[in-house]
């Protein structure tokens, strides 16, 4: 680990006045990934900025005008177990509840696995599949961005100099759907997804997004009716292989490009047979 400065702000404004101060500056809110980063070399700050201590950031979900918002610093073991998040959003408990052990899920951030922007994170095809948006502060004010956007690469992100990332919005769903999260490692516990999917379905159709196949969420939407309960088996299958052709994986450490190609479509099925069925008990409601 190479030496670095090491800041501590007790407001907004001072944080991104130190970001924006310093060209090769890294926040620090969870700091799971930062820390691993740092003590490979692989991430060579000039300064880190902790902004646990931040008052505007304190953790902390809020329900407000039908969007859940998730403060920078909460982590995800208080997200998974917030009771609008329980109630609104299960596929995000189910995501969240994955990302790595006990004991990181207690230090790791929403708003950190999203600016992480690692292709597996888990999180993220949940967050895109619900529209969610991040708001970023910088030294202009602040702006809004869908999280689809502001994920543009591996370890690619929107976030200019001095910016940094403050809540996650989720708007509430506003007609019945149901929702799952789908997810292979290579061996049961603690590791990263080789693929993950999320899938949604309500009564205009079914929304799928894939992670771990490609450098950013894929996303797709399909509203032909092919994929419903009652479609031929032989649209479905067709309108499945569908799906898994727009992933486009690699090959790495964790599987190759071809299993991750004949798993992306296992997880399609399992996914959305799970979804559909969740759907089913919220219309018998």
Do not use: W
């Not at 008052?55 to 177990?81: F, H, R, W």
């Not at 609008?84 to 990181?104: N, W």
């Amino acid at each position: 680990m190479l030496p670095f400065d090491y800041a501590r702000p007790q407001r907004l404004d001072e944080a991104v006045a130190l970001l924006a101060a310093h060209e090769n500056a890294r926040v620090l809110a969870g700091g799971t990934d930062l820390t691993v980063g740092l003590r490979d070399g692989k991430i060579r700050p000039g300064i880190v900025v902790d902004i646990k201590r931040v008052i505007e950031l304190a953790p902390a979900v809020a329900v407000d005008n039908g969007t859940v918002s998730v403060s920078a610093t909460t982590p995800l073991s208080d997200v998974l177990l917030h009771d609008a998040v329980r109630k609104h959003f299960p596929a995000l408990v189910e995501a969240a509840s994955v990302v790595g052990s006990a004991q990181i899920r207690h230090r790791a951030t929403l708003a950190g696995n999203v600016c992480n922007a690692s292709p597996a994170a888990d999180t993220a095809p949940v967050l895109v599949m619900h529209d969610a948006a991040l708001t970023v502060q910088g030294p202009d004010g602040d702006r809004e961005i869908a999280v689809v956007d502001f994920i543009q690469g591996n370890r690619r992100t929107d976030l200019g100099r001095g910016e940094l990332v403050t809540r996650v919005r989720l708007p509430v769903p506003s007609r019945p759907y149901g929702a799952a999260f789908e997810r292979m490692t290579r061996r049961r516990g603690v590791d990263l997804a080789t693929i993950n999917v999320s899938c949604m379905a309500d009564k205009l159709g079914v929304t799928f997004v894939l992670g771990a196949v490609a450098p950013v969420p894929v996303v797709v939407r399909d509203d032909s009716g092919a994929l419903s309960q009652g479609a031929d088996p032989a649209d479905r299958a067709a309108a499945l292989d569908a799906v898994a052709d727009r992933a486009t994986p690699i090959s790495d450490v964790r599987a190759s490009a071809e299993y991750r190609r004949a798993m992306v479509g296992v997880l399609l099925r399992r996914a959305l047979h799970r979804a559909q069925a969740n759907l089913a008990t919220q219309e018998e409601r």
